[in-house]
């Protein structure tokens, strides 16, 4: 008789339904959503990858559909177990996978996921928020480090302003490692982003290379807007003259710069080791006095 793992395998290899054609609907929607850098119009994402689909199943994203390819069906035996009974599991050949998907050498996986939409008052929702503002970024991969880095340090949401590349562009999705599919993120112009966090009493403050206060003797504990500006233009000086501070990165003479993703995984550190600090002198004072 066979044991119990030949016959799930069996099971989830019932359920994948062969489709040979590049014409397919959920095919050329696949293709679409990767070609274009974007959710579709139905707020799907193209998601490629055995870890990021099982990222965006584990961050509670409802799948459209599952993509297999012929050569990857040892990974569709451990991944169709956890989709609903609602998603679609396709099989493909590897050609037609492959005309379908952005990489070269394709692991065999990919998936549309069904996007969350946040809101200002979801960016916002901790007591204490802190909210990195994207300002035109338009590398997919320091953005996704942005993102990643963000939930990471306990940032509770993110701000793509304009000229920022979209957040679900699958580019950014790898870079974010799934973060993308948790982190409260929602576009809105720079101006007004500006001027609603300091309506709603967050302390703004901008990174610079070369100007502002040094890092270290920054004060960052407040409820935070953090604005990282674009990679080659930074900041612009309407943004820079909105804000409460600049803070700068020390760093060697040798270098002009730090890109947009380490400035802010730079900064959203000291941002993190400086509330640690402040909730832990808190906690000593409240046991010494009573």
């Known amino acids: 008789m066979p044991n ?13 339904r062969p489709v040979a054609s590049r014409q397919h609907p959920l095919v050329k929607e696949l293709r679409r959503a990767f070609a274009e850098g974007a959710a579709t119009s139905d707020g799907h994402c193209a998601v490629e ?22 050569s990857a069906r040892e990974r569709a035996t451990k991944l169709i177990p956890q989709l609903s009974a609602h998603t679609e599991a396709l099989l493909l050949p590897d050609d037609v996978f492959s005309s379908a998907v952005l990489t070269g050498a394709p692991q065999g996986v990919a998936a549309l996921a069904k996007t969350k939409n946040f809101s200002l008052d979801d960016v916002l929702r901790p007591p204490e928020p802190l909210v990195v503002i994207a300002g035109g970024i338009q590398d997919p991969g320091n953005l996704g480090t942005m993102i990643r880095t963000a939930e990471a340090f306990g940032g509770s949401g993110l701000i793509a302003t304009e000229n920022t590349v979209n957040h679900f562009n699958p580019k950014v999705v790898r870079a974010s490692a799934g973060s993308v599919f948790r982190l409260p993120i929602i576009q809105l112009a720079l101006d007004a982003a500006l001027s609603e966090l300091r309506r709603r009493g967050l ?26 500006g674009n990679e080659g233009a930074g900041l612009p000086k309407t943004a820079l003259a909105a804000v409460d501070a600049v803070v700068r990165i020390p760093h060697s003479e040798r270098v002009d710069s730090l890109n947009a993703g380490v400035a802010a995984a730079v900064v959203l550190y000291e941002v993190a080791r400086q509330r640690s600090t402040s909730t832990t002198e808190t906690q000593n004072h409240r046991e010494k006095h009573g």
């Open 203 to 228: 302390r703004l403050v901008a990174t610079s290379s070369h100007k502002g206060d040094s890092l270290p003797d920054a004060a960052l504990i407040a409820p935070l807007g953090l604005l990282i």
């Open 4 to 16: 119990h793992a030949t016959h799930r395998a069996g099971e989830a290899l019932g359920r994948l």
């Open 49 to 70: 990858g055995a870890h990021l689909v099982e990222e965006a199943i584990r961050s509670g994203l409802r799948l459209k559909a599952a993509f297999f390819s012929d």
